[in-house]
Each structure stands twice: as structure tokens, then as C-alpha cells.
T-cell receptor, first 113, second 110 residues
């Protein structure tokens, strides 16, 4: 098991472009989470899936953001019409059941220029 | 926005010294967690606390879940260079999401 894998590690995009990130969780984990982290701050919750169902979404997840987990395995996070304020590290994490100590991936650092 | 107040914001200590950091909240949490994050990486879980008053150790790390359920602290004994990094507290209420503090940047001087 190689842990939680996120791709790409870095993404630079022009304002207004769409970007998509991928997360591959630990294989036996049924819960998957997306967090966003800006410089000097702790991660902030965006959304969470149990299997393929998206069960919770933060107010931070504006309508330009969409997340999917089509078969309960990998997940994608898409940001449409990116803005400079979207520049951040996007972290994915997974867990099995109700375990709080979930495992984070290394993140995708997004820079919007 | 975040609800956890973590202090200190940064610490510079000599190798071998003990370190203490804490986290307070305006809300009650059912679970407290402490994570460490290295540059360019995701947070790594250090200690999880599930019961008010609980004191848990993991090697040189010790953490406690406050009786009021609104605070927690982390101690690191006999610091070493690889302890350098950012330490985050996180709380979980009834929802499955975590609320993180803003982190404590630890620097260990030789």
C-alpha cells in the first residue's frame, strides 16, 4: 500500500482556466476528504465522500468547485474559471469507517497567475 | 473559518530541550488530534485523543485531551533536529470533518 496519492503535485494555471486534480486513496478506505490549505494556515475542510456518495460540503466549496468519486475509489476535484484566490495546497485524505486519524496525501499545490 | 487558537505561533529551541504547545477552542470537540507537517507534504498524524482527560504518549510525544473538551496540549521531550516542522492541532465534533489550528512552527537549533 503506497498511501494516499495525489496528482499532479504542482499546477500553474492562468486565471479563468479550469483545473482538475486527482486523488487515489488507500484501497480499503471507504471515506475520502478534500481540504484546502493556504500559506501559514491549517487545512480547511472542503468536502467528504463515503464510498461514492458526497455526504458533506463546506461553504468554502463555491459553485465553481465540483468533486466526484464515481466508483467509490479515486476522486477528482475540479475548479472552473480559476481565480487568484484559489491558489493553495489542495489536500486529499482517506480513512476507513469512523477513524478520525485519517491519512493525508502530499497535496497538489495550485498557483493561479 | 477556523475556530481553534493554537499557541505559540513559532518556537526556537535548543536540541535536547522540551517543548510544549497548546490549542483552545470555543467549541467542544469529541476528538483531538495532533499532526506534524513537513514542507511540501501533507500532515502526518502523531497522536489521537478520544476521551476527555485522556493522556496519551507516542515515544517522546505526550498529548492530553482537556477536561472541558475545549483544549489540548502537546509536549515533545528531548527535542532532536528531525522534530523541525509545523505542528497542528485538530478537533472533531459530531461531524466527520476536522477543524485545524493555524499551526506551531518548531525550529530546533543544534
Amino acid at each position: 500500500d503506497t498511501g494516499v496519492s495525489q496528482n499532479p503535485r504542482h499546477k500553474i494555471t492562468k486565471r479563468g482556466q479550469n483545473v482538475t486534480f486527482r486523488c487515489d486513496p488507500i484501497s480499503e478506505h471507504n471515506r475520502l476528504y478534500w481540504y484546502r490549505q493556504t500559506l501559514g494556515q491549517g487545512p480547511e475542510f472542503l468536502t467528504y465522500f463515503q464510498n461514492e456518495a458526497q455526504l458533506e460540503k463546506s461553504r468554502l466549496l463555491s459553485d465553481r468547485f465540483s468533486a466526484e468519486r464515481p466508483k467509490g475509489s479515486f476522486s477528482t476535484l475540479e475548479i472552473q474559471r480559476t481565480e487568484q484566490g484559489d491558489s493553495a495546497m489542495y489536500l486529499c485524505a482517506s480513512s476507513y469507517g469512523l477513524a478520525y486519524g485519517y491519512t493525508f496525501g502530499s497535496g497538489t499545490r495550485l498557483t493561479v497567475v | 473559518g477556523q475556530q481553534l487558537n493554537q499557541s505559540p505561533q513559532s518556537m526556537f529551541i535548543q536540541e535536547g530541550e522540551d517543548v510544549s504547545m497548546n490549542c483552545t477552542s470555543s467549541s467542544i470537540f469529541n476528538t483531538w488530534l495532533w499532526y506534524k507537517q513537513d514542507p511540501g507534504e501533507g500532515p502526518v498524524l502523531l497522536i489521537a485523543l478520544y476521551k476527555a482527560g485522556e493522556l496519551t504518549s507516542n515515544g517522546r510525544l505526550t498529548a492530553q485531551f482537556g477536561i472541558t473538551r475545549k483544549d489540548s496540549f502537546l509536549n515533545i521531550s528531548a527535542s532532536i533536529p528531525s522534530d523541525v516542522g509545523i505542528y497542528f492541532c485538530a478537533g472533531a465534533g459530531s461531524a466527520r470533518q476536522l477543524t485545524f489550528g493555524s499551526g506551531t512552527q518548531l525550529t530546533v537549533l543544534p
